[in-house]
């Protein structure tokens, strides 16, 4: 499934639907016209390429895509798909 979110507070909570393996989803997340914005990601379920969350374009409108996959039921695989498109 494809999620797309708005980013309109400094920091934003993604809440994550449960871990079963074969699931995936893309997630759009897009800069309000302030920009600057970031996410919390819930570190104890979702893993990341090199152990760190990818950084956000802070630019203002920009639109980041990440998808995230699961293998194991348990955790969240993300990766970047896109940064900065505008």
């Known amino acids: 499934t494809d999620n797309e979110i708005t980013l309109t507070a400094a920091t934003v909570t993604v809440a994550f639907p449960a871990a079963a393996a ?32 990818p950084t956000l374009t802070a630019a203002a409108n920009a639109v980041d895509i990440i998808t995230f996959f699961c293998t194991d ?13 505008k």
């Open 22 to 53: 074969g699931l995936y989803f893309t997630l759009v997340a897009r800069q309000d016209a302030t920009g600057g914005r970031t996410i919390t990601w819930p570190a104890s379920i979702v893993k990341w390429v090199g152990g760190s969350a």
């Open 73 to 85: 039921g348990t955790n969240w695989f993300g990766l970047v798909a896109g940064l900065n498109f």
